[in-house]
C-alpha cells in the first residue's frame, strides 16, 4: 500500500515558544517529589560518565531512488560522526550522496547489517539518522532508507522493526537520535518527560508529570538494575506528526545544527552546552541546548513549528568527557 503521507524534510521555519511559569514550578515540586520519595538523585554523579568501548553507527541520505533528495542530511552525519571521533567514539558511517560509490549506500538491509554488527564488547551505543521519515499512525512511524520503493511501508524501516534491531546490540547504554521527520513516533510517550517545559502544557498536564516523576524514577531504576539495554535514550527532532527541516542558512538540518553547537566552546572555555560546567557534554545537556535554540531563533518564524522530544525515563550518557 502506497503511503498517504509521503516522506518529507522541507526547508521551513519553526516558531518561538516562551516559558510557562506555572509548569516550571511544578516541574521542579515533581522533581523535590521525587527525590523526597525515591531516595536517590535526580541525575547520580555517575550519570554522565562511563567507562568501555563507545560505539556509533551514523546515517545521513541526500540521495533516494524513488522519492525526491535532501540536501544536508550527509554533512549532518558527516558533522556528527567528527564530533563523536573527536570524543573517542568509534564510528561506522553509511551515507548516500550523489558523488559517491553505492558500497556506501545506506540500504535497509546495510543499516541493519551495520547494527547487527555492533562489537559485543561495546558498552555505549548510539545510532544517529539523518534523512526522510515517513508515518501510518501515532503508534508507527519509518525510517527512510536510500533504496525505498516510493510505495510501500515494507520497504522502510518501521519503529516496530528498528526496535528489534536495537534489541540486537549488547551494550548496557543505548542512544537513538533521529532529525527526520515524524521521528517523534520513535519515542515512548509513556517513558517520556523532556527536560525544558514547553508553553503548551497545560496545568492539568503539568500536574500529570508531577505524579508520574516519581513512578517514571522507579521504571528507570528497575531497568538499570536489571536489563538497562531495554531502556534506550531516544531524541527525535520532531514529533510524529511533525516536519524536521533543514536550511540553507545552517548547512544542516536545523535541530542536528543545534545539537552539534552544544559541543563548540563558548567564550568561558567550556563547551556551549555544558549546562553544569563539569567539562562533561550529556545526552540530555546537548538536547536540551538544542531545544533552547531552536524556541529562540529568532529567524523562525511562529506559523511553521517542530518540538524536540526525549524518552527513556532519567537516563543519560556522555557524549564528550573532556576531563
Request: proline content about 4%; glycine content about 6%.
Amino acid at each position: 500500500m502506497r503511503s498517504e503521507q509521503k516522506p518529507s524534510r522541507k526547508n521551513q521555519e519553526l516558531g518561538r515558544r516562551r516559558p510557562a511559569l506555572q509548569a516550571v514550578v511544578l516541574f521542579a515540586l515533581a522533581a523535590a517529589f521525587a527525590l523526597a520519595f525515591s531516595g536517590c538523585e535526580l541525575f547520580p554523579s555517575s550519570a554522565a560518565s562511563f567507562v568501555g568501548k563507545k560505539y556509533a553507527v551514523i546515517v545521513g541520505i541526500n540521495d533516494y531512488d524513488n522519492v525526491n533528495n535532501l540536501s544536508y542530511c550527509v554533512a549532518d552525519a558527516e558533522s556528527m560522526q567528527q564530533m563523536l571521533e573527536d570524543a573517542r567514539w568509534s564510528v561506522t558511517l553509511l551515507t548516500a550522496a550523489s558523488n559517491e560509490s553505492t558500497d556506501k549506500t545506506p540500504t535497509k538491509e546495510r543499516i541493519e547489517a551495520a547494527i547487527k554488527a555492533v562489537p559485543h564488547d561495546t558498552a555505549t551505543f548510539l545510532f544517529y539518522y539523518s534523512g526522510h521519515g515517513s508515518k501510518n499512525s501515532p503508534e508507527e512511524a519509518y525510517i527512510v532508507p536510500s533504496d525505498f520503493d516510493g510505495q510501500t511501508y515494507e520497504s522502510m524501516i518501521s519503529s516496530r522493526e528498528f526496535s528489534v534491531w536495537l534489541d540486537s546490540v549488547a551494550a548496557t547504554n543505548k542512544l537513538v537520535i533521529l532529525d527526520s521527520c515524524h521521528s517523534g513516533g520513535f519515542v515512548d510517550p509513556g517513558d517520556s518527560v523532556d527536560s525544558i517545559i514547553d508553553s503548551s502544557i497545560s496545568t492539568s498536564s503539568a500536574l500529570d508529570m508531577f505524579f508520574r516523576f516519581g513512578e517514571l524514577l522507579a521504571q528507570n531504576a528497575a531497568a538499570a538494575s536489571s536489563d538497562p539495554s531495554t531502556a534506550p535514550l531516544v531524541i527525535s527532532a520532531a514529533g510524529w506528526a511533525e516536519e524536521s527541516l533543514e536550511a540553507s542558512g545552517y548547512g544542516h538540518g536545523i535541530f542536528t545544527y543545534y545539537f552539534l553547537q552544544s559541543a563548540e566552546t563558548n567564550q568561558i572555555g567550556t563547551m556551549k552546552g555544558d549546562s553544569d560546567g563539569d567539562d562533561v557534554l550529556s545526552c540530555i545537556e546537548a538536547y536540551s541546548y538544542a531545544k533552547r535554540q531552536l524556541a529562540s531563533d529568532p529567524g523562525i518564524s511562529e506559523n511553521q513549528k517542530f518540538i524536540p522530544h526525549i524518552s527513556g525515563g532519567l537516563r543519560d550518557f556522555a557524549l564528550i568527557d573532556n576531563r
